[in-house]
Every structure is written in structure tokens, then in C-alpha cells.
């Protein structure tokens, strides 16, 4: 219980932190949301009319900092998120982050699942037959996979697969703009379309870190006694691999996957970014370009709180699962 | 990947186990740059995608529109009691039917938001959905289509016009639209200041806006005719039924307006964040008008896609600059058309303040003028696809008739001519062996404007100015452009209906700040009284006196040099005919072609028609 309220007051007191940094360091960004705006509309309107406007949207630049800081925690917390004040002017941010959310969390965090899923089984096969033909063509191919910029993965797949084959495979959007969203089978099968290539992306570049460290832990794993012991009673190789070694094995990925889905929310900007997709990725970086602080403020909190949720969740899990870090703390 | 681990115990998977959360929790503090987790971003890289692939689906162009058939017999277009009603050519009628695909990159999705106080939102509701009085033309020397107002009326001393308001015509949900909504609006303007977007009454001097009957009477301080393009072509006239009750009413410049009244051609049914679908106004007050029935706008987040929409033809109204537009859009298809006409000036801002020695000289500014090959620029920065400009400032052919080609010539700016460029530096002090060292200031990304200023430094070079390129981030080229920090500024403002706009905009000594404060739009910071004598007496003016005036702030550009005009500036706009007719040409300029240009993208929905309707 001790360790518990430990971790939950480490938890409220991260987030303070962060939600300060979010606050502060946008605010030291070079430019203003006005700058922006007038930059937007070519100077062709009045300054005094956008920064009224600007003021009636929200932005308040003249009011003292503290004051601003102090209603923008409150406002953090209560959910009174704003309104936007950047390209998306006028749109209230909570609308914004809803539209967002569903397309990174459905391509991000589908993508983690899987790349999590396919890496751990491949990673359990690996382990098991170790030196074999799997071992040693895969895991040496996913390192360098591993290490390469997402963005660079990207660009090359849309040349291959788009460009050179003269649009075969979508390379922008979420789905073709000429549709209705709806549950037809035309629409579906467009936004699976236009999902493959920056799910291949995120895919051929994360998953080479779970195969590696499942197909270690395999291979520390069988050599510990339980293993050989499920040998020697004769069990088949099959049940030795799956409930005896891979299941043990699977433990500390386990917690490798709760946290990398923390950062699901936070999409993979770049990748979001290459291909034009919709999601938060895409607003955080649209937001920072039109100095649109709001949007930044709710997008920062929310994958901070995404982020320290999976970590909560990671450490009550440990507290369940192992007893000494409950009496040890 | 061969060499295994030493053998642990048991227990020490549960010890990595914590370890892990241990030194997650630790990094989670530093936000979300991506400690250890294998997706996490790090940063945001700058580079667009410029390769792109095309969404291949079915093709929506205007060939498989629906056609509604000519269920309404078509009428004259307008009404005769125009002041200078200028019929363009297409006077004939033609079929509805029809849809046509907008791509204008607007770099987000849409938030389906249309009130037409927002500058966000305003392109999409301005022309489609809302409608101004007069619209005027800037391409056509401001000619004049009535709109809302019939005619209209100056006062003797121009300090008050009277506008009939035009009868018979009905908003998009059945109301009568009367004078009263026209007034409405200009007092809306003042109640909350944030919706008078252009200050017409904390600048330019409204004093009142009155409805009498069918008319409306709006009273200035002074002589208002310059302001004519604000209220008479760039004010949309909202409905007083919907701008006067619930939310709309607290708060008009921030109200959402997600299903916009108007007086327009097309009403807005549905809109998506990835696409807006406007259908024609079946009751739109000109006869048989909108002959397109559909208008497709979608969202489009890089160029790369909408400009290969474009090529394809899945779209057929382009916005937005295509580089080496002959293979990748004109030689595509025969039905692709390009045209751009130029409506302001690219330009060198040299820092005019005292504190900056060498660019407030003015043979330094002479001599850059001279030097800098304005054509080779506009070839190999532009790709020929922005012209050159000229010391005046007068963008041709445009604004021929307000340009002095004698003036820039007997100045010796009409040609480059190294060697008298020479000639003024050394005059300044500085030489080929004792260089000037200049920076300019551009925005990063601005691809374009890197390679004019490339060839701008390789024209400084010989005659003795070193010229270091700056690629700033917005925000920060923003910031320095606005307070004065830097020697020369490359920038590209905005014009009007007529030079006035643009050189009262760059010129006028109250647009000017000191420098460190934000200037509105002299960055330059030029102060001259006599040219601001001019600008003030120009609105009194007779047309023959402003043409006279205008020639004489020309003459002012050549003489003081203030800024150097380096390209001309267009109105992207590629447009294909496989089915749609009626674009604004060349010879026919009857409104600017861009899908940015509030309300022109109006008057071109009014000519649009299908050819497979007809």
C-alpha cells in the first residue's frame, strides 16, 4: 500500500511538472499566435481586428503570466480546453483532438499491437531454435531496420510503392476525400488503403526491438532449470517453448509494451508528418507552426498523462505480480 | 546477434522488469522526447514529402455528375441597373449541371466552421455561401459587378455613399433579404471589433451605417473612395435573423456558423473534416445561375497530392505553385491550362533606419537596383513563372495604365547595368577589394525565393557586396521582419485594386514603426512627408488625378529607391477543361482566378458550366 501512494504522489507530482513545462517553454517560441495570424492573412486585415479577435478566442497576451498559468492548470484539469487560436481559428480544441485521436490511435496503436505481437512470436522462435536458419537471417536484418529513421523508411516506401508504380498504394491522407465517412465497405477498405504504408513504416522500424530482446529473453530463459526439467519429463518441444520458456520470457516485454503504448497517443509525428495523415502527430506539428498554444497545452498534457497513465498501470502491475516491491517500496 | 548472455537466475527477469518502469518513470518527467521506447519522435524534421502517389479511386470529375436537367428558364444575367455593369463575355446561358473539384492546399483539415468574420474559415463562406454589394475586379481596372446593391450613389465631397439595395433576393432559408440586413452588418462591425476586419470604423472613418427603405447610407469622416474595395467588395452581408439570436448573437466573431444562411450561389450539405460538398441555391437570386451543381473542396495537407490531383485531372481549380509546370501538369493533358496574372510585387527591403549605415544609403540601394538582373531571377528563381517587376513598383501589365516607362528608364533602372552599379558603390566606399557584407533575411521551406536570392548575391557579387542568406523559421522571420531587425528583407506583399494599396501599404510612413517595435506593413521603415502628402490627397482625387498621383509615387520609388521590386507576384491558378468551360482567361479576366480570393472565387462559380450538361 506504501509503495502504492508512493508511486501515485511521484505520479501527481510528474505531472506538475510537466504541465508547467508545457505551460512555459511554448510560450518562450520565437513568434506570437497574432504574428501568425497576420503572416495567414497576408496583411490584407486590420492588426487591431485579429488580435480583438484573437482576445475574443481566448488569447490573452497582456494579462499578468501567473494568472495565465494559474487558469490554464485549472483549465488543464477541469477540461475547459479552449479554443483554438492558430490555422484551425475558432474551432474548439476538444473537437480537434477528438477528430485526431481516432486515426493515431487506430494506425499508431494497431501498428504497436501488432509490430509487439508479431516481434514477440518471431523473437520466441528465434530464441528457441537458437543459431537456426530463422536465428540467424532475421534478427541481424531487424537491428538495421530498427535503427532507421522513420521518416527516411517512409519517403522510400511512398517512392516504391507509390511513385514508381504510379500510385498503387496511396501515400497521403486517411482516406480518399471524395468519400463520406461511413460503414461501407468502399470506405473501410480506403482507410485500410491508405493505412498500409505508414503502418508498414512504423511496423519495419519498431518491431526489430521486441524481436531482439524476446529472443534474449528466450535464451536466458531456457537455460534456467524449470525449462530443462519440462524437457526431461519428456514434454513436447512445443509446450517446453510456449508455456515454459516463452511465457517467462514474455514478462519484462510485457512491460516494455505498457509503456510503449503510452506513447501511442503521441503517434509518430514524423511518420504522421510524411504521409499527411490527420492524426495528433499532425496537429501537434501544425500547432507549433501556427503558434497555437492551446492546441499545444492540451496535446502536451495528453501525451504526458498517456505516458504516466501506462507507467501507473506498469507499476501496479509489478506491485501484483511481485511481492518484494510491495514490502521493499 | 550469435553471442548468448550469461545464464541469470530467476528472479533477476522480475529485476529488469523494474528496472525498466524504474527508468521510465524517472525520464517521464522530461515529457515526451522519446526516452527508450522505440516510438517515441524525437523531432520534426523540416523537409515536406514532395513524392507522392496518387489515391486512385473512381474518378469524381464533372463528367459523372448528375445532370438536373434545365428545370428553369434561364435568364439574364444580373440586372441592367448596374452602374458600370461590365457584362464579360459570357453573356450567354448555358445547362446546371456539373461538379467541379477545388485543390487550394490549406495545410489542415476543414473545421466546418463558415462565419465569414473568421479569417480561417472566411475563403470557404465568402463567394460560395455570403456575398458582398459590389464586387470589384482588380484585373479588369476595377470593374464593377453589382451584387447585393444595385447601384450605388457618392456623395458631392465622397464622404457618404448610398447603396440600392437589390430586391427580390432571398437567403438560403426562404427570409427576405432587405436593407435592413446590409446595415445590420456594417453596425455589427462596430458593436464587436473583431469582426471589422479591414477597421473600416476604427480607421477608415465610418461614422454610420443607415437603412432607410431600400436604401443604406454609410457616412465617413472624410473622403471614402479608397475604402470602396473594404466595404463595398470585401464585407459579405450576413443575415440580421441569424446574426441577431442565441450564440450567433453573443459572440458573432467567434461564432462556429456550421451551417451558413446566405445569400450565395451554393449552400454547404455536408461537410466532413477531409472534405466540403457545396450544392447549387436552387433559389439564387440570378436566374439559372450556378450552372455547376456541385462544388467539391478537399482538404488537402501538401502540395505534393493536391498538385497531382491536379495533373490527373481529378481536380480541376489549382491554387497553389507547381514547380516545372510544363511536364508535370501541362503536358499531362491538353485540357490543362495554366494562367497567372500578377497582382503585387516580390521585393528587396532594404533597412532604411539611421543605425543601419550602409542600406540607408541611398547609392547602396541604387546600386543593388541596377545590379540585380530582374528577368534572369525571375527565370531561374521562378522558373519563369513569376515575371520580372521594375523600380516603380507599378505591377504590369496589370496596372499599365498607372506605369511611367519613361521615368524608369530615364533613371537608368529599365536594364541591369553592372558597370554604373559599380560606379554608385564606390561612390558609398565600397568596392569589389573592400566588399559591402549584407545578409538578407527569407523564410526557410520558401524554395523558390532561395533560388532568386542565389541568383540576386551572384548579380551583387561583382560589383563589390557580399550577400549572406538567412533562412529564418517563420516565427522568427516574423518576428525580425515586423521590429526592423535586418539589412535586407525578402518579402512579398499584398495589392489591390489599384497600385495605391500596395504602395500605401509599403510607403506610408504611419504603416512604419520605430525600429524594435512591430511596424504594420512599411518594414522598411521609409518616412518621406511628401509622398505621404500624396497618399493622403489621393482619395479627394478625380480618376485622371489619382492615375497623376500614383504616377508620382512611382517616381518617389525610382528617386529614393525604398524598396526593391524584384518579381512580380501571381495568383497561382491552373484550371482543366476536359468538362468545365468558362474559367477566367487571359482575354477574358473577369475576376482573379486563385481559389484564395474572397469574394472573386464567387463571380467564377457564376460562370463555371459543364459541357456534358449542355
Known sequence: ?329 | MRKGLDPMKRGNGIAILMAVGLCATACSGADNTGAGSSSAPSAVAGSTAGAAGAPTSASNGGSTAADTGSNSAAGPTGSGSGTTATSSATAATHKQGGEVTIANVAGQTWSCQFNPFNPSVYQQSIGFVYEPLVYVNLLKDQAETPMLASSYTWSKDKKSIVFDIRQGVKWSDGQPFTAKDVAFTFNLMKRFPGTDLYSLWSGAGLQSAEAAGDQVTLTFAGPATTYFFNFANQVAIVPEHIFSTGAAAEHPDTWADPQPVGTGPFMVSPCSANNIQYVANPNYWQPGKPYIQKVQYPAYLDNGPANLDLATGKAQWGSQFIPSIKAFYLAKSPDNHSWSPPVSNVALYPNLDPSHAATSKLAVRQAMAMAIDRSQVALIGEGGQQPAANQSGIVLPTFEKYYDAGAVAAAGFDKPNPAKATELLASAGYSPSNPLNLSVITVTGYTDWDASLAVIKQNLAPIGINLTVEDLAQQTYNSRLYTGDFDLAYYGDVGGPTPFYELRQVLYSKNSAPIGKSASTNFERYLNPEVDKLFDSFPAADEAGQVEIIKKIGAAMIKDVPVIPITESVDWFQYNTKDIEGWPTEQDPYAQPAAYNVPDTGQVLLHLYSKSAQ
Not at chain 1, 520466441?124 to 527516411?152: C, E, H, M, N
Request: charged share 10%; aromatic share 14%.
Open chain 1, 1 to 329: 500500500m506504501r509503495y502504492l501512494l508512493r508511486r501515485g504522489g511521484f505520479f501527481l507530482l510528474t505531472l506538475w511538472a510537466a504541465l508547467t513545462l508545457n505551460f512555459f517553454i511554448p510560450r518562450f517560441m520565437p513568434g506570437s499566435p497574432l504574428d501568425a495570424l497576420r503572416i495567414r492573412t497576408k496583411d490584407k486585415l486590420s492588426t487591431e481586428a485579429l488580435a480583438q479577435m484573437l482576445t475574443a478566442f481566448g488569447f490573452k497576451p497582456n494579462e499578468n503570466i501567473f494568472v495565465q498559468y494559474w487558469d490554464y492548470l485549472g483549465h488543464m484539469l477541469t477540461g475547459q480546453w479552449g479554443i483554438s487560436i492558430g490555422g484551425t481559428l475558432g474551432q474548439p480544441v476538444s473537437e480537434i483532438v477528438m477528430h485526431a485521436l481516432p486515426w493515431t490511435l487506430g494506425l499508431v496503436g494497431v501498428t504497436t499491437v501488432i509490430a509487439f505481437l508479431l516481434g514477440s512470436l518471431i523473437g520466441v522462435l528465434a530464441g528457441w531454435r537458437r543459431g537456426g536458419k530463422l536465428d540467424s537471417v532475421l534478427p541481424p536484418i531487424f537491428v538495421i531496420t530498427s535503427a532507421l529513421p522513420y521518416f527516411w523508411v517512409g519517403l522510400l516506401l511512398i517512392l516504391v510503392f507509390s511513385v514508381w508504380t504510379n500510385g498503387w498504394l496511396p501515400s497521403d491522407f486517411n482516406y480518399d476525400t471524395s468519400l463520406q465517412p461511413s460503414f461501407s465497405w468502399e470506405f473501410i477498405g480506403s482507410v485500410l488503403q491508405h493505412a498500409v504504408l505508414p503502418a508498414a513504416t512504423i511496423l519495419i522500424t519498431s518491431i526489430g526491438g521486441w524481436i531482439l530482446t524476446m529472443r534474449n529473453n528466450m535464451i536466458t530463459t531456457l537455460a534456467e532449470d524449470y525449462v530443462r526439467m519440462g524437457r526431461a519429463k519428456g514434454l513436447s518441444g512445443w509446450r517446453v517453448m510456449t508455456t515454459y520458456a516463452g511465457r517467462n520470457a514474455f514478462l519484462p516485454n510485457l512491460s516494455g509494451f505498457a509503456m510503449s503504448l503510452g506513447f501511442v497517443i503521441s503517434g509518430s509525428i514524423l511518420v504522421e508528418y510524411v504521409f499527411n495523415y490527420p492524426g495528433l502527430g499532425y496537429l501537434l506539428y501544425n500547432s507549433v507552426v501556427g503558434t497555437d498554444y492551446p492546441v499545444m497545452q492540451v496535446l502536451f498534457m495528453l501525451f504526458t498523462v498517456a505516458v504516466l497513465f501506462a507507467l501507473i498501470a506498469c507499476d501496479v502491475a509489478i506491485a501484483w505480480l511481485d511481492p518484494r516491491a510491495r514490502t521493499e517500496g
